[in-house]
């Protein structure tokens, strides 16, 4: 087995090299000393802790501080960091309670979820709550469940977030989930009725339901996902994100540490399109994290567009935090194209195209039809999109 060449983590930033430096030191890659080494007069500390918040990785670090005593690190930025591990404890400990609540009323009326991510997802692989950050809580249940699903959270008080149309289907063709916040606790849930949008293949929820895994750490049993389902999941949630949070790759690299079959996840892999995204994960991992690679995940990263994805990913890494206060929304999109080009297949490409010109709920919301005449919205499409886009550069 070996690792990477490093050659990508050097093209970030030097507190963000100490940062993953520190959460090594579990697996010994790493010492000590090494470390005093690096955290010397030119290290940014307020930079460094504006990377341990914005990557949602000051758990781990404030954990790995305190369990190895590096006493070199100022005691202002170990105060801070204590701080919000605190208050990150609490919110876990907050949303869990919620997610026991609301997946406890989802069984009692016979619905079936699963938790995408959130406390169980801390659960599953620290084993503890409080080292893991989640804003919200991620829940799947069946397509034909949603509506039914829906009342319930409204029944407990939730919210929704924006109002969105529902006619010609086109929130479900659109979206994958929409959010809703509870106006006392603003705790915030998510309810999927797909785990990403139809442009991508995914496994059935009866599929998923059957390699169903359940909390042990929870008052009442919550459902989330098989080991290797929970695998393909977060490598494509991260991937279409291009990582620019490294919560979500320390999350796999956690995972690879733990018995994984990896037969199983090729397979599924193949299934849903996504050998090169798991090409791409296998090269962050070696570079980034110093994962060792056995045959099978050498396999993975050879695949001729890996090493190019992950160049790419670094790039927004790198870059994209401090870009997210300052881009509009059509920037942020145009800041993505050259990596969406890369990580789509040309059948999630062509999808993507073809849905283009399908209503969607922004043409809804912008000219309001009686139902009787809702087949005009697919002549009016371009008119509308035109509409949308001269409304927005002229705001």
């Not at 090594?24 to 030119?42: F, N, T, Y």
């Not at 567009?305 to 990913?313: I, N, S, T």
């Amino acid at each position: 087995m070996k690792t990477g060449t490093h050659e990508i983590i050097h093209r970030l930033p030097i507190e963000l090299e100490l940062i993953l430096s520190i959460m090594k030191l579990d697996r010994s890659s790493v010492s000590p000393e090494v470390i005093e080494a690096m955290a010397g007069p030119h290290i940014d500390w307020d930079r460094f802790l504006d990377l341990t918040k914005e990557h949602r990785l000051y758990p781990i670090v404030y954990a790995n501080i305190n369990k190895y005593n590096l006493s070199f690190i100022p005691a202002q930025v170990t105060s801070q960091l204590n701080q919000m591990f605190v208050r990150n404890t609490m919110k876990m400990l907050q949303l869990t309670a919620v997610m026991e609540k609301v997946c406890h009323t989802m069984e009692q009326s016979d619905i079936q979820s699963l938790v995408l991510k959130g406390p169980v997802l801390a659960e599953a692989l620290f084993g503890d709550f409080s080292l893991r950050t989640s804003k919200d809580i991620d829940l799947l249940v069946p397509e034909e469940s949603f509506e039914q699903a829906e009342q319930l959270l409204l029944q407990l008080g939730f919210q929704p977030d924006e109002h969105v149309p529902r006619a010609l289907n086109a929130v479900k063709r659109n979206k994958h989930h929409l959010s809703y916040t509870h106006p006392e606790s603003r705790i915030q849930v998510e309810l999927h009725w797909r785990m990403s949008s139809d442009s991508f293949r995914e496994f059935t929820f009866a599929e998923l339901w059957e390699r169903r895994r359940q909390t042990k750490k929870t008052s009442k049993p919550v459902n989330y996902l098989g080991h290797e389902d929970l695998f393909t999941y977060l490598i494509s949630h991260g991937a279409r994100h291009a990582w620019f949070r490294l919560r979500w790759l320390a999350d796999i690299e956690c995972m690879m540490r733990s018995e994984m079959k990896w037969n199983t996840v090729s397979e599924y892999c193949r299934k849903l399109d996504l050998m090169h995204v798991a090409g791409q994960v296998m090269v962050l991992l070696s570079e980034l994290f110093d994962v060792p690679l056995d045959s099978r995940c050498r396999t993975m990263a050879d695949h001729a567009k890996a090493r190019r994805l992950a160049e790419e990913a670094v790039k927004i890494i790198d870059e994209y935090i401090y870009l997210l206060g300052k881009q509009s929304p059509s920037a942020a999109k145009a800041y993505f194209r050259t990596y969406n080009a890369l990580i789509l297949t040309p059948r999630q490409q062509w999808k993507r195209r073809i849905n283009r010109f399908y209503p969607n709920y922004l043409d809804i919301k912008l000219l309001t039809l009686p139902r009787w005449l809702h087949f005009m919205y697919f002549p009016l499409r371009p008119i509308l999109w035109f509409w949308r886009k001269k409304k927005r550069i002229t705001v």
